[in-house]
């Protein structure tokens, strides 16, 4: 890489999917039960509803990851070529195919997904130079949940962002499993987001977070859903408050956008506190939304 065209804000790594939406009456969903939607949207979910979002907040945004060679991965990245995240990184693999299914009702949702060929990403899908080039890397954890060996590649990308200061974000994904490994790992990054139960899943509760932090200089940022947010750093716990939204569409998607709009914020030189505000502010503007993809632009928002 040798010219300002090759560099970006912000690199994305793992957990890219397209979202198919559906909407029913009531959930759950029983055998024997026959549930028709009134609708179905398309859009780009996981990590690249954070790139979907961070683009929109104005950022330079690129993509790491394995898809399939199916048409579902062929809307996947024309979404994101339409809204300008760079897709070159992006490995087909023959024979798989990437897509999630969201069910909603007017209270609740519930995912149908496959784990494609994603979770096989590797070390040679990443070029150092490509992270020596960004401004930021964001590592979307889901994966680790599932295999261990992808742990060894989100460490190596950590040490190689490391070599050359570039800042760290991990999402922990669900943490249902492998969580020694990650809780190894968030230790290394800069900022480290988890939602409440994934928390309680790695740490019991807040001040176990905080504790196993002290003394890392890791921000932690607990999303909180509609109780707004909490930062946490070196042992100090702090709240951002909530944006309250009365005309929810769903709430899928939110903590990726939170994601997305918290590393802008930070990114464009607001504040922790402040690019917590933020992330409040666009996730609540999100969920009015049934996919991130109905978002218009979003730099105005970002003010300081």
């Known amino acids: 890489m040798s010219n300002n065209e090759d560099k970006f804000d912000l690199m994305i790594i793992s957990d890219c999917v397209l979202d198919i939406y559906y909407r029913v009456r009531e959930l759950p969903i029983k055998a024997g039960d026959v549930a028709v939607s009134d609708i179905i949207a398309l859009s780009p979910g996981g990590a690249c509803t954070t790139a979907i979002v961070a683009r929109k907040l104005g950022l330079k945004v690129a993509v790491i990851d394995r898809v399939g060679d199916d048409p579902f991965s062929d809307i996947l990245i024309k979404y994101l070529n339409d809204v300008g995240v760079h897709t070159g990184f992006i490995k087909r693999v023959r024979g798989f195919v990437t897509i999630s299914n969201n069910i909603i009702d007017a209270d609740d949702h519930a995912f149908m997904g496959y784990l494609g060929v994603g979770k096989e990403l590797t070390i040679n899908d990443i ?154 502010k666009i996730a609540a503007l999100r969920i009015q939304y049934l996919t991130p993809i109905e978002l218009h632009n979003l730099e105005g928002l970002i003010t300081w």
Not at 214 to 223: F, M, N, Q, S, W
Request: net charge positive; glycine share 8%; charged share 15%.
């Open 127 to 280: 070029n150092e130079n490509i992270i020596r080039n960004s401004r930021a890397v964001f590592i979307n954890g889901f994966y680790a949940s599932f295999t261990r060996d992808i742990i060894k590649v989100f460490a190596e990308v950590i040490r190689i962002a490391r070599k050359y200061s570039v800042p760290i974000f991990l999402d922990t994904g669900p943490s249902i499993s492998n969580t020694d490994l990650m809780i190894n790992l968030l230790k290394s990054v800069s900022t480290v987001f988890i939602n409440e139960k994934e928390m309680r899943r790695l740490f019991g509760d807040i001040n176990g977070l905080a504790n196993t932090t002290r003394g890392t200089d890791v921000i932690a940022v607990v999303k909180l859903g509609s109780n707004g947010a909490a930062l946490v750093h070196n042992g100090v716990i702090h709240q951002c408050q909530p944006y309250n939204v009365s005309n929810a569409a769903t709430t899928i998607g939110a903590g990726d956008t939170f994601n997305a709009a918290y590393m802008a914020g930070i990114m464009h030189g607001l504040s922790p506190m402040n690019s917590c505000d933020l992330g409040n």
